[in-house]
């Protein structure tokens, strides 16, 4: 049985920036991405990139393909996956709530297909200077809150620094700028290295990032790994991997934790012991105290 897709939901306030981002993956040469978008007009569809459209679904030269999103997206969502994606973007209307297309991601149909890999909210910098009272806007708010990640964009070098930080404490979202390397890593479960791009695409080092691999072949006691976790969770942007429990011997588990949302799912096929790959802010994310505390938790020597 291969891996379900991973998707990403792209929220934010009309005019937010929503389309721009989805083009930066577009462009990104990553992975075949399948982007279901509101509008075709706002993709950068050249024509030269047309390779072929079937029904709503536009297929490109790079391998990525977009799906209008018109009324119903389950159905959507089942002319996307027919075209093998490696992962699948979903821009939300700009005047919803999000929850309601986390709602359907949920729905048993397409659990063995697709999981929600995270819901991340493009905020308009110029727009909140302009008018602040959006912050109080019920809708704005929701969006942010339902979210993983917030990425700023149209962000002048004199605003961008404190409302990174007024967003971030308000909403206990991660904050990233729009004019910074984009780390696929955050965004995609399985997207390989330390990738990032840049605004226009371009990939290069993420050396504001650390990265920690760490296996063991020992299992780990359910408790205190959470408990771990928990710890180290305000340095982390992401944690993904195997994790064999001492209380569920034979049973490994996919363990998966983006912003501040973690979960555990039966793994898909037989995994002996514990592989971990953990993201942080370079700054913040000490690899060393985590490798130390994740290899005592395996010998047992943990408090």
Same mark, same amino acid.
């Given at each position: +049985?291969?891996?379900?897709?991973?998707?990403?939901? &792209?929220?934010?306030?009309?005019?937010?920036?929503?389309?721009?981002?989805?083009?930066?993956?577009?462009?990104?040469?990553?992975?075949?991405?399948?982007?279901?978008?509101?509008?075709?007009?706002?993709?950068?569809?050249?024509?030269?990139?047309?390779?072929?459209?079937?029904?709503?679904?536009?297929?490109?030269?790079?391998? %990525?393909?977009? %799906?209008?999103?018109?009324?119903?997206?389950?159905r959507a969502l089942k002319q996307v996956l027919a075209?093998?994606?490696?992962?699948? &973007?979903?821009?939300?209307?700009?005047?919803?709530?999000?929850?309601?297309?986390?709602?359907?991601?949920?729905?048993? &149909?397409? #659990?063995?297909?697709?999981?929600?890999?995270?819901?991340? %909210?493009?905020?308009?910098?110029?727009?909140?200077?302009?008018?602040?009272?959006?912050?109080?806007?019920? &809708? #704005?708010?929701?969006?942010?809150?339902?979210?993983?990640?917030?990425?700023?964009?149209?962000?002048?070098?004199?605003?961008?620094?404190?409302?990174?930080?007024?967003?971030?404490?308000?909403f206990r979202v991660r904050v990233f700028d729009t004019?910074?390397?984009?780390? +696929?890593?955050?965004?995609?479960?399985?997207?390989?290295?330390?990738?990032?791009?840049?605004?226009?695409?371009?990939?290069?080092?993420?050396?504001?990032?650390?990265?920690?691999? #760490?296996?063991?072949?020992?299992?780990?006691?359910?408790?205190?790994?959470?408990?771990? +976790?928990?710890?180290?969770?305000?340095?982390?942007?992401?944690?993904?991997?195997?994790?064999?429990?001492?209380?569920?011997?034979?049973?490994?588990?996919?363990?998966?934790?983006?912003?501040?949302?973690?979960?555990?799912?039966?793994?898909?096929?037989?995994?002996?012991?514990?592989?971990?790959?953990?993201?942080?802010?370079?700054?913040?994310?000490?690899?060393? +105290?985590?490798?130390?505390?994740?290899?005592?938790?395996?010998?047992?020597?943990?408090?």
């Amino acid at each position: +049985m291969s891996a379900p897709v991973p998707v990403i939901v &792209v929220t934010g306030f009309l005019g937010a920036g929503k389309t721009t981002f989805i083009n930066r993956l577009l462009d990104s040469g990553q992975r075949r991405i399948a982007a279901i978008v509101n509008d075709f007009g706002a993709i950068n569809v050249d024509v030269e990139l047309i390779e072929g459209q079937v029904d709503a679904v536009i297929g490109l030269d790079n391998g %990525c393909i977009c %799906c209008s999103l018109q009324g119903d997206l389950l159905r959507a969502l089942k002319q996307v996956l027919a075209h093998d994606p490696e992962a699948i &973007v979903i821009e939300a209307s700009g005047v919803s709530d999000p929850r309601g297309i986390v709602q359907t991601l949920a729905d048993p &149909v397409l #659990w063995a297909d697709l999981r929600l890999d995270c819901t991340l %909210c493009l905020i308009d910098a110029e727009d909140i200077a302009e008018t602040p009272e959006r912050m109080d806007d019920p &809708v #704005w708010r929701a969006q942010v809150q339902g979210s993983d990640f917030a990425f700023l964009s149209k962000a002048g070098d004199g605003d961008a620094s404190a409302l990174r930080v007024r967003i971030g404490a308000g909403f206990r979202v991660r904050v990233f700028d729009t004019r910074d390397a984009l780390p +696929m890593d955050v965004l995609f479960t399985g997207a390989g290295g330390a990738a990032a791009l840049d605004p226009a695409g371009i990939v290069q080092d993420a050396s504001r990032f650390a990265s920690l691999n #760490w296996e063991s072949a020992a299992p780990l006691p359910f408790n205190g790994f959470q408990r771990l +976790m928990e710890d180290l969770a305000p340095a982390l942007y992401r944690a993904k991997g195997f994790v064999s429990l001492i209380e569920r011997p034979g049973a490994p588990l996919l363990f998966q934790m983006v912003g501040r949302r973690a979960t555990f799912e039966p793994a898909a096929k037989p995994v002996d012991g514990c592989r971990l790959v953990l993201i942080g802010a370079r700054e913040t994310f000490d690899l060393e +105290m985590a490798r130390g505390r994740l290899t005592a938790l395996a010998e047992g020597d943990a408090p």
